[in-house]
C-alpha cells in the first residue's frame, strides 16, 4: 500500500510493504505525485501480521497529517 500525505512541511509517501520475511510501513519525504525525493527513512514500523500492518498504514498516515 503507498499513500501520498500532505504534511505541513510537504509530502511524504507513506510505504507499507512485505520483505517476504517481515511487514513494514515506512515514511519518505516525497513531492505532491509521490517522486520519492529521498529513501532515508523518516519513520517506520514492523509488524507481526497482514492485520497489523493494514491497521498500522492507517495509523502512520494520521500520524503525518498531523505533523
Known sequence: MR?????SKG???VDSYDT???LWTAVFK??????VMSW???????YM???EAIKGHWD????WRSK
Open 3 to 7: 499513500t501520498i500525505v500532505e504534511t
Open 11 to 13: 509530502y511524504v509517501l
Open 20 to 22: 517476504g520475511d517481515e
Open 30 to 35: 516525497c513531492k505532491e505525485d509521490g517522486e
Open 40 to 46: 532515508r527513512r523518516l519513520d517506520s514500523k514492523r
Open 49 to 51: 501480521t497482514i492485520q
Open 60 to 63: 502512520m498516515i494520521e500520524k
